[in-house]
């Protein structure tokens, strides 16, 4: 499939409701608090994912999960929780063209973590993307 591979599409989509998310993530807290906003989009995010896995025919017995893989898991959650927690406060307090870039600093921390844990390895091109990322956000704040 060339340079648009399936894991590329996937990732394309991803950053388009991200982006969606940050745009209705800022109508909706300006009317609702942050905390209960993250709340309500937590409810609609289990309801639309059991969805998906049910229509899918996905659901797999709790013992036949790996307990690494569950506790990995329960660790991306809180993480997931902390930074919606982060994220809809931030968009509450400051404009979504400043808090979406500083929030994207996701991906050259989530490079570095990748190398320190995981072992990872980055070309010069992909490190210069990361450092060309980080560097952008920090512009758009600061513009």
């Not at 968009?91 to 570095?112: E, F, I, N, Y």
């Amino acid at each position: 499939m060339g340079l648009w591979g399936t894991w590329q599409l996937y990732a394309l989509g991803s950053a388009f409701f991200a982006a969606l998310t940050a745009l209705f993530g800022k109508i909706g807290v300006m009317e609702i608090n942050s905390n209960l906003a993250t709340f309500i989009r937590t409810v609609v995010i289990l309801a639309l994912i059991g969805t998906v896995v049910s229509a899918n025919h996905q659901w797999q017995k709790l013992e036949s999960l790996s307990r690494h893989g569950v506790l990995f898991l329960v660790l991306s959650a809180v993480a997931t929780g902390f930074s919606w927690l982060c994220y809809y406060r931030a968009l509450q307090l400051g404009p979504v063209s400043k808090v979406a870039p500083v929030d994207k600093l996701s991906v050259a921390l989530a490079m570095a973590l990748g190398i320190v844990f995981l072992g990872e390895s980055l070309s010069f091109k992909a490190l210069l993307g990361g450092l060309l990322v980080a560097a952008g956000a920090v512009l758009m704040v600061l513009a």
